[in-house]
């Protein structure tokens, strides 16, 4: 006896799920399935991790002989955790580890001021930025007489201070390849080798150099109206938790369409590309 082709094939699909064979794709999607969000993780435990240089004024940062992170971002956590209704805890990290440490789960969020790349959007989840920076260079003041325009700085003769891991030691190599560059790891800070007269300047964001022009007179920002580049800024998430990523990507909506960062950016005195 002979069988419709069609009816072979059905018969066979069947007694695949049967003996529990697979049908490709079937077992990605069932991990998929299988797999619990960050989301429903923080909620039941009552705890959002959020990791944190501590080292980027007035993103994060910790007052000299005190623990305790304050800054644009730590407020920007803590009302993610109030949200969430969860409690807040902070991770200590640096720009070189930031990423894999949240490839290993130490944290479930890192926010410090962290600007978009597309090497980043590679390993890690970025939520919808919540501002827009860009670089501007920094100097001692008593040097503003010695550049003027960015050619300036891309010079032999001249030494910039960066911080391993950041974006901006990847703008100065790529863009002001001629300047010697006095590298330092964190918590050393490339705005802290102009500071001590190791480097005639750094490169930083609008956002750091506003800040430090603040709290160190001896510092000044140059060419803040030819600010480079565009920098997104968002939080970084794990790359594969859509879930999570879906969350914080609305929480940041709202609170953008609220006025929140424009309150907390009024706050800290925190400078955007306009």
Known sequence: MTFPRRTLLFGALAGALCLGLTIPGGEARAQATEQTSLLDK????????????GDYYPMTFREVGEDEFIGHQIDAAR????????????????????????????????????????SRAKVVGMSTPWGINGFVPIILKQNADKFSSW??????????????????????????????????????????????GRSDYTVTTLVEASGLQERYEQIQ????????????????TPIDDQIWLNYVNNWVFLKQTAGYFDELNEKWGVVLKQ
Do not use: H
Not at 152 to 181: C, H
């Open 42 to 53: 923080i909620q039941s435990q009552g705890v959002l991790r959020v990791g944190t240089t």
């Open 79 to 118: 009302e993610l955790a109030k949200d969430l209704g969860v409690e807040v805890e902070f991770v200590t990290t640096d720009w070189k580890t930031m990423i894999t440490g949240i490839q290993a789960g130490r944290y479930d969020i890192a926010m410090s001021g962290t600007s978009m790349s597309l």
């Open 151 to 196: 050619d300036d700085l891309n010079s032999p003769d001249v030494t910039a201070g960066v911080t391993l891991g950041t974006t901006m030691e990847d703008y100065i190599r790529a863009e002001l390849p001629n300047a010697n560059v006095r590298s330092v790891e964190s918590p050393g800070n490339g705005w802290q080798e102009v500071l001590a």
């Open 221 to 236: 920002m140059i060419f803040p109206d030819q600010a480079r580049s565009a920098l997104p800024m968002a939080f970084l």
